[in-house]
């Protein structure tokens, strides 16, 4: 398998005490967020063919995790012990958790979305940021465009989608969970009255929902309980006593992009791949490749002290095709695993395989950041009043088109 290339550029500063001044604000970037609710459990009832009008939920062996809306009309909420569950609805169906089913199931709403927008990227299965300037002015406004989406969507997979256009990303997944329009320039505004905790749904894994939980827990006790009151507070303060979690979380609540305009040029191209004689018939296969990729790929962006915004995976068939998707990796909590890397290509294969975009047989897979810039050192921060020596992940830079 071909890959894509890797750009990287090293950190300045070395001490935990270095201070890199703040990249000046500018504009965020028009950002449409293609939502479609209750995502897990939809696909588990694809997967089971469970009508949709059997509540149904999935859990993770304790608590549930999703919820589908006839359940919850039942009074079923996440959070809730299976027992419980059961008790508010006898009739409920209990589904397992499974991340590989969930990012499988949810390629063909990716593919029907790219026929309206090119240029998606998957946040995590169920959520799409599509970027919205060129397309809006393709249909007409950014009601439009939000319109053909669904449309599309609801035709090619029968799902229902909500999709909301913002400058920004946070604003831009929010509006989607209201299916609106934040018209330019007013993203701070729509954000300023919105609860701190609403920044759990532009987490793209787990151990980033973990760290803005713990952050929003903390905040509430300090008394900021807004993303305005969270903005207001000036962004050293915050860096520097809740560290990298506390600027991404205060960089989102301001309304603007995570990634900062880069200052120097970057690095040059770092490339991972592999070829595969004889060509893999299987995803297991490919899988087995892509582990070594993603160590090689890992052990890299430890060396050079850098975080991928982005990772683009890309496949070659035997007959010449390419396939590719971006999964966004923006987070405060640093380097994705080998481990996770190589789940999100056999997540990808197998949604592709699903989705007959590909037949079995082809070219290894690649994964692969996107271009990436200088990571900021880390810094000291502090909780209470204490200093902690615990490095801060470095922040994600802005992907070059």
């Known amino acids: 398998m071909s890959g894509r290339t890797v750009q990287a550029a090293t950190p300045r500063g070395t ?28 696909a588990a009832m694809a997967v089971r063919e469970i009508p949709p009008h059997v509540p149904a939920a999935t859990h993770d062996g304790r608590r549930v995790v999703a919820v589908s809306a006839t ?20 009739e409920l169906e209990l589904l397992d958790v499974d991340d590989a089913r969930d990012a499988r199931e949810f390629e063909p709403v990716a593919l029907a979305a790219e026929t309206v927008v090119a ?13 919205a300037g060129g397309a809006s002015r393709y249909h007409g406004s950014d009601a439009a465009l939000a319109e053909a989406l669904v449309a599309r969507v609801v035709e090619r ?30 993203s701070a505004d729509f954000l300023a009255a919105r609860p701190a905790g609403d920044l759990v749904h532009v987490a793209t894994r787990p151990d980033v929902a973990v760290a803005v939980a713990d952050l929003v827990q903390l905040l509430d ?20 006593r809740f560290g990298a979690t506390g600027a991404w979380a205060h960089r989102l609540a301001r309304g603007e992009d995570l990634r900062p305009p880069a200052r120097r040029r970057v690095e040059p191209d770092v490339a991972v791949a592999t070829e595969l004689d004889p060509p893999a ?21 430890v060396t050079r002290s850098l975080v991928a915004g982005r990772m683009r995976i890309t496949a070659r068939t035997t007959e010449g095709g390419e396939l590719e998707r971006t999964w966004r990796l923006d987070g405060p909590t640093g380097v994705l695993s080998p481990a996770r890397i190589t789940d999100r290509v056999r997540w990808q294969l197998e949604g592709w395989l699903t989705t007959a975009s590909v037949r079995a047989s082809g070219r290894g897979p690649a994964p692969s950041p996107c271009p990436t810039r200088p990571a900021r050192p880390p810094r000291p921060h502090r909780r209470g ?13 802005r992907v070059e088109r």
Request: proline share 10%; glycine share 10%; with cysteine.
């Open 15 to 42: 001490g935990p005490t270095t201070r890199t001044p703040r990249p000046p604000t500018r504009v965020p970037t028009r950002t449409a967020a293609l939502w479609v609710p209750d995502w897990p459990v939809l």
């Open 221 to 240: 006790r300090l008394g900021v309980r807004t993303l305005g009151a969270l903005a207001a507070l000036p962004a050293d303060t915050v860096e520097g």
């Open 157 to 186: 997979t029968g799902h229902e989608a909500q999709v909301g256009v913002a400058d920004g990303i946070l604003a831009a997944v929010l509006a989607a969970r209201s299916s609106s329009v934040v018209p330019p320039g007013r």
């Open 71 to 90: 359940a919850r009309a039942a009074g079923v909420r996440r959070g809730m012990r299976r027992r419980r569950a059961r008790e508010c609805c006898p």
């Open 119 to 131: 240029g998606l990227e998957i946040t995590r299965p169920g959520l799409l940021l599509l970027p």
């Open 385 to 397: 009043g204490r200093a902690r020596g615990r490095r801060a992940a470095a922040p994600v830079g």
């Open 281 to 301: 018939e299987r995803v297991d296969v490919a899988t087995f490749a892509a582990r070594r990729l993603a160590e090689d790929l890992h052990d890299q962006l």
